[in-house]
């Protein structure tokens, strides 16, 4: 019988709660297409590896380094995802949810196979002279260090995000919009261009991660599949439309995650993740922190 | 005969001359080509029909009760995994193996759709389930020693008629040509029967029907059932064609449910050829595609999804028909002139 | 009495949407149900059909309780409705969907047909045989679901605002086929807003009030009443 020592589970937290804080971020950006204007976008996630690959080619090509690389890619997703939102997305605003998840869906696997068609199926990764960087943090507990960077760019972008949806006008505008459309149209507010503006932001949400993960993993076009399921199982258990809980969530699928590595099998972790998703949703499909949005 | 969803079309006398013609020919073509073909063009033919029966298959749930369901590869690999096992283990010949295997994932669907269609699931929800149903079989198989794992079965490479393994093709085309033509069957007595009638109120609108007498729990638990089935005949036949099973393809969503559900959307649901065209279109234009002289082999397959994914994003949100519903918007505006309506 | 509904309540959310009411419905007669709206007449039509059930009281039909029957079995006793906002089978014609209706009675699907032709012709709507839901009129839709109420072969009707919405001669139509599927046999409760359509037509009616019965009996009389008159002035 094999003893698992206290270090390989706390490391497993820790581990837990860096790759958290990365689908934070990812589950943030879902659940506020969902929250702001009631889309659910199943291609959330392939702009992610889009943006992996741009990091990747600036790494590459002019050795920006990733988390530099993201002054480019923040303005530049925001543009696409302003882009998108005119071209496709204001068109799924009014059909129902499983419409909007075929139409999504559709997109997903357009966006990955062009990212198969461009780039194939091999991953690839990029080697910074801190990739393998190892910060010692308590006793035996190392961190890596680009994954502890990429986890405190994320805290301070979810800081940001809260402080502008709460403090700023336009930020309170968002959430006021989200709250009631209809009554923000009374008002005067243009419903359009928040919505664009909010795509937008999801968007940045999504480049960040993008370039984040570059600097600590590989790439390969299957990865926007996989992050937009871990963005479901977190805001399943969250309740969609939540932003705290999308945090939370993130945390607690990170570490859901981690500790199943350490304590049976990375692929029955999955399991277990796809489990929790399933009984949640039979038996309370807000969620835990449900909004009930529906 | 092949009456699709809008309206109660039969075809006018004219048209059946034109279809009975058409089919005797494709039959004769069905029949005598594959001794003709290359090794090549067989495998890929015979791919093909795999996928068009597992899109009638699909078809059955989606089509005709309306229910999403993104986890059939649940069915496919539980029974391509019995019949394995079963041949593997106790030499019994899939042939009666594989209807084992079916009828264990059958009575699987039971309990798992009971517990879908009691709880208030819809739509997006039921896909999202089914999909998580399917990824937990997939992690317990690859962590099941027994049945290989991650690692997966192979089986043996061997001419023995018996036991379903051929070295030659052509068995196998007759096979998978056999089983597309015993869906066709099998859809249209479902579409001309109570239940099939049942089943597509139960699709257009469940208040509706409850109110008509339809018990749409029932309903939509028979055809989970009777799909869940038929995938997992092809699981079977999967095993026996490709001779290597492993968890991450049997119970693989890329693998049997993205092609298939594409086809039935992209061909027209709820209709006996839909499915048909829409898995056909998606192989013919793979094939087209694979001629064009810069695209490589892999990106021709990405190329032909990325298509369709286009498509399937059209399709939902403009026009849900599919090409079957388009072929029928044209034959009524030419027939305009007919006065009937 | 066909329909018998003691002191029914029911409650959603923070919401009393009827409290014990009483109403009994005699066989072989037109009964009417009208109320402001927000009475509670489409909650118990629902709570009637087995769409919701009730947190207190019983319904019987026929001396048989039904209380807790879902949808499809009170359709099967004999209860048949149609939906304040129709609910056509979008995708299917006209005549699939009378079809569908009629299956219930059928053994076989040729035999629904059979009785789905007669239906349509009945109903004059022989000529939108091949129509699609989607793109029925208002008009259409109503006569439509009607048409799906009466495949069933109820022994009961529950109406629920036929006739709002239809021009005078549609009015007179209608009411003609409403007073033919008495003859027939057929017992009719209906909801109504027209009460123009509720006088001609009913001899017994009752009034709901937030929930509540507060009063029954002679259309005319009724109407004259100051206490309906309050409950429709007072909600308007």
């Known amino acids: 019988m094999s003893m698992i020592s206290q270090t390989v589970i706390l490391q497993a937290i820790v581990y837990g709660l860096l790759n958290g804080s990365i689908y934070a971020l990812i589950s943030i950006g879902f659940t506020m297409i969902f929250g702001v204007m009631g889309i659910i976008n199943f291609a959330y996630g392939q702009l992610t590896v889009v943006a992996m690959y741009v990091t990747l080619f600036l790494y590459n090509a002019y050795k920006i380094d990733p988390f530099v690389s993201m002054v480019f890619t923040v303005p530049l997703f925001f543009l696409i995802g302003m882009m998108l939102y005119k071209s496709v997305i204001q068109w799924m605003l009014k059909t129902p949810h499983h419409i909007q998840m075929m139409a999504t869906l559709g997109m997903m696997i357009s966006l990955e196979s062009l990212m198969l068609f461009i780039f194939t199926g091999t991953p690839r990764g990029i080697i910074t002279p801190y990739t393998t960087k190892m910060l010692p943090l308590w006793g035996e507990i190392k961190l890596n260090f680009p994954r502890l960077i990429a986890t405190i760019v994320s805290v301070a972008v979810i800081l940001s995000l809260f402080l502008f949806l709460k ?9 006021a919009t989200a709250d009631n459309e209809e009554g923000a149209m009374l008002m005067g507010i243009e419903t359009h261009a928040v919505f664009r503006v909010a795509f937008g932001i999801a968007c940045v949400l999504e480049a960040i991660a993008g370039s984040s993960i570059t600097a600590f ?6 990865t926007g599949f996989t992050l937009v399921t871990k963005a479901w199982m977190v805001v399943v258990l969250s309740g969609l439309g939540s932003i705290p809980g999308a945090i939370v969530g993130g945390l607690i699928v990170g570490m859901i995650e981690a500790l199943s590595s350490v304590f049976i099998s990375a692929s029955l972790g999955t399991g277990v993740l ?9 038996f309370k499909p807000s969620g835990m922190f449900g909004t009930a949005k529906e | 005969m092949f009456h699709s969803t809008p309206g109660n079309h039969s075809w006018g006398g004219q048209n059946i001359k034109v279809s009975v013609g058409a089919m005797m020919l494709s039959v004769l073509v069905l029949v005598f080509l594959p001794f003709f073909a290359s090794s090549y063009l067989l495998t890929m033919v015979i791919t093909s029909l795999h996928f068009v029966y597992l899109a009638q298959s699909w078809n059955l749930l989606f089509g005709y009760a309306g229910q999403l369901a993104l986890g059939h590869g649940l069915f496919y690999g539980i029974a391509g995994y019995f019949s394995t096992e079963l041949f593997l283990a106790a030499r019994v010949t899939p042939y009666v193996g594989g209807f084992i295997g079916a009828l264990a994932a059958a009575l699987f669907a039971i309990p798992l759709g009971a517990i879908l269609f009691r709880s208030k699931l819809k739509g997006l929800y039921l896909a999202l389930v089914t999909f998580a149903a399917m990824e937990i079989m997939k992690a317990l198989f690859n962590n099941w020693k027994y049945v290989g794992g991650s690692v997966g079965i192979y089986l043996p490479f061997e001419n023995a008629p018996e036991h379903f393994l051929f070295m030659s093709r052509l068995p196998y085309y007759f096979i998978a040509l056999f089983m597309v033509l015993c869906m066709i069957f099998l859809t ?20 509706a029907a409850q109110a008509s007498g339809i018990h749409c729990f029932d309903i939509k638990l028979k055809m989970f059932v009777l799909s869940a089935f038929f995938t997992g005949l092809a699981g079977t036949f999967y095993a026996q064609f490709m001779l290597y099973i492993v968890p991450e393809i049997m119970f693989g969503f890329s693998n049997v449910v993205l092609l298939p559900m594409l086809g039935v959307i992209v061909g027209g649901r709820g209709t ?10 998606f192989s013919i234009l793979s094939e087209v595609l694979r001629r064009v002289p810069f695209l490589q082999g892999p990106q021709v397959s990405a190329a032909t999804m990325m298509l369709y994914g286009i498509v399937l994003t059209i399709v939902s949100l403009r026009y849900y028909g599919g090409l ?3 072929m029928e918007h044209w034959r009524k505006r030419h027939s305009a002139d007919r006065g009937s309506l | 009495m066909l329909l018998k509904i003691d002191n029914v309540s029911k409650k959603f959310g923070g919401l009393q949407a009827l409290r014990g009411v009483d109403l009994c419905v005699e066989e072989g007669k037109i009964a009417g149900l009208i109320g402001p709206n927000g009475s509670g007449k489409t909650t118990l039509f629902n709570l009637i059909t ?14 048989e309780e039904i209380t807790q029957l879902s949808a499809h079995q009170i359709c099967a006793k004999g209860i048949a409705r149609t939906f304040q906002i129709a609910k056509p089978f979008e995708d299917l014609s006209v005549f699939k969907t009378v079809t569908i209706g ?9 035999q629904a047909e059979e009785k789905g032709e007669k239906l349509l012709y009945d109903l004059r709507l022989e000529d939108k045989r091949e129509k699609l839901g989607r793109s029925l009129t208002v008009v259409e839709r109503k006569r439509l679901e009607l048409a799906r109420a009466l495949a069933s072969e109820p022994r009961l009707l529950l109406l629920d605002e036929v006739i709002a919405g239809l021009n005078p001669i549609e009015v007179d139509e209608i009411s003609e086929i409403l007073r033919g599927l008495v003859k027939l046999g057929i017992t009719i409760l209906m909801i109504e807003h027209v009460m123009r359509a509720i006088v001609s037509l009913t001899e017994r009616v009752t009034v709901l009030n937030t929930g509540a019965k507060i009063a029954e009996g002679d259309p005319k009389d009724l109407l004259q009443d100051p206490v309906v008159i309050e409950a429709y002035i007072g909600r308007e």
């Open chain 1, 167 to 175: 403090k700023t006008t336009f930020g309170k505008t968002i959430g």
């Open chain 1, 217 to 222: 993993s590989v790439v390969d076009p299957y």
């Open chain 1, 274 to 282: 796809f489990l929790i998703l399933a009984l949640v949703l039979i």
């Open chain 2, 188 to 207: 249209v007595m479902i579409q001309r029967s109570k239940l099939g009638h049942r089943a597509i109120a139960v699709r257009e609108n469940e208040d």
């Open chain 2, 272 to 281: 006996v050829l839909g499915p048909i065209i829409g898995t056909l279109a």
């Open chain 2, 324 to 326: 079957m519903g388009l």
């Open chain 3, 50 to 63: 087995g769409f919701h059930k009730p947190d207190t009281g019983s319904i019987h039909f026929q001396n």
């Open chain 3, 102 to 110: 009629a299956l219930l009675r059928s053994k076989t699907v040729r």
